[in-house]
């Protein structure tokens, strides 16, 4: 059975990284000097790397149907990251962000997936034996249940009931995606 050190509960992006000179507008379009497909997300980096650090990770998120989620699987995958208790979704994967990386001085701008948190996660897809079997639980502002969040009230006090009563650290990401 796996035990793991730290369960990611928030979001994994596919980020697609462009290198510009200038920022295109609808008069001036610009030109692209190198771009790549990158991982994204707070939880899902942080699982991601602490995995290829020896820890025991596991991460918890939504998933979609086509080949961009394909590719967020596979590499949380490859970077060690147990992936058992993603939940898939019938749709065009939605954690998709467009990154602008300024070529010169390397400033980052975000276009961000307008339907970046349409299907999140729900109460009745976590698993409480899972979350609770780790010795820590990784939070970022996108997991079903943040505060603001109207669609999820109440997940948050559960998780993190579920946390305090197996004496689980519990750590938090705080970030802009949960303004969106």
């Known amino acids: 059975m796996f035990e793991p050190d730290i369960i990611g509960l928030g ?4 980020d697609l990284v462009l290198q510009i000179k200038d920022m295109p507008t609808w008069k001036k379009p610009g030109m692209v000097s190198g771009f790549t497909l990158a991982d994204g997300g707070p939880a899902g980096t942080a699982c991601a790397v602490a ?14 149907n086509d080949e961009i989620a394909a590719i967020k699987l596979r590499s949380l995958e490859q970077a060690g990251v147990d992936i058992s208790h993603m939940v898939k979704r019938e749709a065009p994967e939605d954690h998709v962000i467009i990154v602008y990386v300024q070529e010169k001085t390397g400033e980052r701008c975000f276009s961000v997936f307008q ?4 299907q999140p996660l729900q109460l009745a897809e976590l698993d409480r034996d899972y979350i609770t079997s780790a010795r820590y639980l990784h939070l970022d502002c996108c997991h079903p249940g943040r505060p603001r969040c109207r669609r999820h009230t109440g ?3 559960r998780k993190r009931r579920w946390s305090s009563m197996h004496r689980q650290p519990t750590s938090l990401f705080p970030t802009r995606y949960g303004h969106w």
């Open 155 to 157: 997940c948050t006090r």
């Open 11 to 14: 979001i994994a992006n596919v």
């Open 115 to 118: 339907g970046i948190l349409s």
């Open 51 to 64: 995995a290829m650090l020896d820890a025991k990770t596991g991460f918890i998120d939504t998933f979609g």
